[in-house]
């Protein structure tokens, strides 16, 4: 089995001489080409997986703001907000807000928001291989 593709093999060992210095310089070679490919694998990925990550924080922050939302204003009921004063003939003659009970809520929300996420833990997401392509594709239409 002397050819591959029908082309003779390359014997190296024929070569006659220092093969010291051609094999430093093969692996020097080899390094530097995985270097350059693994950095341009690198940079087609870090936007796909920022924009990943941005995502998952805000899909995660929302739903959690909204919960500790519900669950805060679940205590109250809308007469502890605001004050109805009414004359004699029923007509309302002034609304005032009670603001304890509003600067009560304004801060137990982002505490409660603050705490579940610090509760909340690493996600793990998947990438497939074909969205690396796609954007690649798609920055390259787009220029």
Do not use: H, W
Not at 32 to 41: G, L
């Amino acid at each position: 089995m002397d050819k591959i593709f029908s082309r003779s093999r390359i014997d190296f060992s024929k070569i006659k001489g220092n093969n010291k210095p051609r094999k430093i310089i093969t692996i020097i070679a080899i390094l530097f080409i995985a270097i350059i490919s693994s950095k341009i694998v690198i940079n087609a990925t870090i936007p796909i997986i920022d924009e990943k990550c941005r995502g998952m924080a805000k899909s995660i922050a929302t739903k959690i703001s909204n919960e500790q939302a519900t669950k805060v204003m679940s205590e109250y009921e809308y007469e502890d907000f605001c004050k109805v004063e009414k004359d004699e003939n029923n007509n309302i003659k002034m609304i005032s807000t009670n603001m304890i009970t509003i600067n009560k809520i304004i801060s137990d929300i982002p505490i409660n928001i603050q705490e579940e996420l610090a509760k909340e833990e690493n996600c793990n997401f998947n990438i497939k291989l074909r969205k690396l392509f796609r954007k690649q594709i798609f920055f390259r239409n787009r220029t």
